[in-house]
């Protein structure tokens, strides 16, 4: 076992684990120069490729776990969807109408992305750690493909688009379910040890809303990996008036985005393994800063199993050096003498009142 897979698992590690959102992205130089070789697709479709880029983060950092360099986007393109890197994702004919929605195909476990599987398998040869595999969540998904990219306006599109055209969101949110248990599945078959289900705009969504046309989505794919035995973690952005939605989802892990103390996602779901959150604009600032508030998320995230991660995904604009002093501040953190020491406190309290 891992020190990451025991944390996903529920073990309150004495040491959190530590992997980073976006750990193969634009702040690494060696990232960048496949950039200059390789258009963002030729990266997700080439699998050797694939699996260098997913190994240049734990190559240089001592991160606990790898996350498969691809994009939520990725399965799409097989269900017939046109759609480009800029460098957020642009499809070229939104889904607005049903007949939008028939034309999209469900390709099948073997048609969705084959080259992730062999991507999957190069780097389990490789890797030092547990790989992590993810997908986007179907109410995520159905906001780029309806709203063409744009999120300049909290995605307004897709939320007019969900009551205007209820019928073909509900095909169309259904179709996505299929098609991301058949892509997670294969994914795990091809040898993930954890997967992340990427609900990065949920939050944008009312209570209701989300209840009808995201939670039951969610659960749908979560529940699909029940027999497969790997630590799942749920993340949504923004999610904090969705927190006890969330606590019904079957996932092991929930991720928390920065603006929600993890000591309070803690009393939302108690029993689960959080990650999080650190914000990621902190990781930009400034060494003494950064770890003065990475060991104040890690003190939050006492009291139950914790990953540390950040908030969202890593910035473009932060330095390397920034990433190792995260990971030794991370690693150098004893969570059980902390919490020894919260005890000792407590009692102290005790005594005196
Ligand atoms: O974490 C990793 O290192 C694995 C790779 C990964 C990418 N995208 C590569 C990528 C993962 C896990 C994703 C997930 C993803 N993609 C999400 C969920 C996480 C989140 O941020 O909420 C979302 C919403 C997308 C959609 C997407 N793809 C956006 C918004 C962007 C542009 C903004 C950005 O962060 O760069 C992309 C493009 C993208 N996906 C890049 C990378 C490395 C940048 C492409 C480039 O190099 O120009």
């Given at each position: 076992m891992s020190i990451f897979l025991d944390?996903?698992?529920?073990?309150?590690?004495?040491r959190a684990p530590i992997w980073i959102m976006r750990q193969a992205g634009r702040y690494l130089s060696e990232y960048n120069a496949f950039k200059e070789r390789y258009t963002f697709w030729e990266m997700c479709r080439n699998p050797e490729v694939t699996a260098e880029i997913t190994l240049l983060p734990v190559r240089r950092f001592p991160l606990d776990a790898a996350i498969l360099f691809s994009d939520i986007m990725t399965p799409l393109a097989d269900m017939g969807a046109e759609i480009e890197f800029a460098p957020g994702p642009v499809v070229a004919h939104p889904v607005r109408t049903l007949a939008d929605v028939r034309r999209l195909r469900v390709p099948g476990p073997e048609g969705t992305a084959p080259f992730v599987a062999d991507a999957v398998r190069a780097v389990r040869e490789q890797c030092p750690v547990p790989l992590i595999g993810f997908a986007g969540a179907p109410l995520t998904l159905a906001t780029y493909l309806v709203d063409a990219g744009g999120s300049a306006d909290g995605h307004a599109?897709?939320?007019?688009?969900?009551?205007?055209?209820?019928?073909?969101?509900?095909?169309l949110l259904d179709r996505l379910t299929d098609v991301t248990i058949d892509y997670l599945r294969m994914q795990i078959a091809a040898g993930v040890q954890t997967v992340q289900l990427f609900d990065s705009w949920a939050g944008i969504h009312d209570p209701a809303v989300y209840a009808e046309f995201g939670l039951p989505h969610a659960r749908r794919v979560l529940a699909a990996l029940d027999d497969l035995a790997v630590p799942r973690i749920y993340f949504a952005v923004g999610a904090h008036h969705l927190l006890d939605q969330i606590a019904g989802l079957p996932a092991e892990v929930v991720g928390v985005d920065w603006r929600t103390p993890l000591s309070v996602a803690r009393r939302a779901l108690p029993g689960r393994t959080l990650q999080g959150n650190l914000d990621p604009a902190v990781l930009v600032s400034r060494p003494d800063a950064l770890a003065d508030r990475a060991r104040a998320v890690l003190r939050e995230g006492l009291g139950g199993a914790h990953i540390f991660n950040l908030g969202h995904g890593i910035r473009p604009d932060t330095p390397v050096d920034h990433v190792q002093r995260l990971v030794e501040t991370v690693h150098a953190f004893d969570r059980h003498a902390e919490a020894d020491k919260d005890k000792e406190v407590d009692k102290d309290k005790k005594v005196s009142a």
């Open positions: 944390a996903a698992s529920g073990k309150d590690t004495q599109g897709f939320r007019v688009w969900l009551h205007a055209q209820p019928e073909a969101a509900r095909l």
